[in-house]
Structure formats: C-alpha cells, structure tokens
C-alpha cells in the first residue's frame, strides 16, 4: 500500500509561481512512475506531468516549458514546480502512482490562479 499526501497549493496572481509537493509513504525508488494530475470544476481529469525512476519525464502540452516535475527520492517525495501560473491552471491537483498494479492516489491540493 501507498499514501501520498500533497501540500503546496494556493492562491496566487496570474505570472506567479508555486511548487507543488508530494510525499509517498513508501520509498519512491520502488515507485516507477510518479504523475501529477489536475482537475477543474466541471471538467475531466487530466494529466500534468510524470516522471519515472531513471528521471525520464512527460508533460501535457498546455504546461510544458512552464512547469517541472522532479523527485527526491532521498525524501520520497515528488515536486512540481509551476511558473508563469494561468488562470486556466486553477484546479485541484492530485499526484498518483502504480504499486503492484493497483493505482493510489493523494487527497488533492486546490491552486487557484487570479486573471
């Protein structure tokens, strides 16, 4: 079994910066790939960024070149460090991994970004 627990949002300005964290309860070396997902009210689910264990990382198209996923294994947590915040980017954002085939998923952290 994994916990994950995100922290880091807010409310922040359009232009602005936050960086989001999220702390696995197992060693994330054991954890392949690392995802952080977002989603607005009225809206789907959808991805934001992964990472995997050799650090190899993807992102959707509306983030890239704006937000960074990178993790700690050190401190099994992962980060995503967002720039240039969009209003667009509100939503609640939830990092998720696979253990042993079965998907766990954090409670979720509201950022709110203002026009």
């Known amino acids: 079994q994994v916990q994950l627990v995100e922290s880091g949002g807010g409310f922040v300005q359009g232009g602005g910066s936050l960086r989001l964290s999220c702390a696995a309860s197992?060693?994330?070396?054991?954890?392949?790939?690392i995802g952080w997902y977002r989603q607005a009210p009225g809206n789907q689910r959808e991805l934001v960024a992964t990472i995997t264990s050799g650090g190899n990382t993807n992102y959707a198209h509306s983030v890239r070149g704006r937000f960074r996923i990178s993790r700690d294994n050190a401190r099994s947590t992962v980060y995503l460090q967002m720039n240039s915040l969009k209003p667009e980017d509100t939503a609640v954002y939830y990092c998720?991994?696979?253990?042993?085939?079965?998907?766990?998923w954090g409670q979720g952290t509201q950022v709110t970004v203002s026009s």
């Open positions: 998720k991994t696979n253990y042993l085939g079965i998907d766990y």
């Open positions: 197992r060693n994330t070396l054991g954890l392949n790939v």
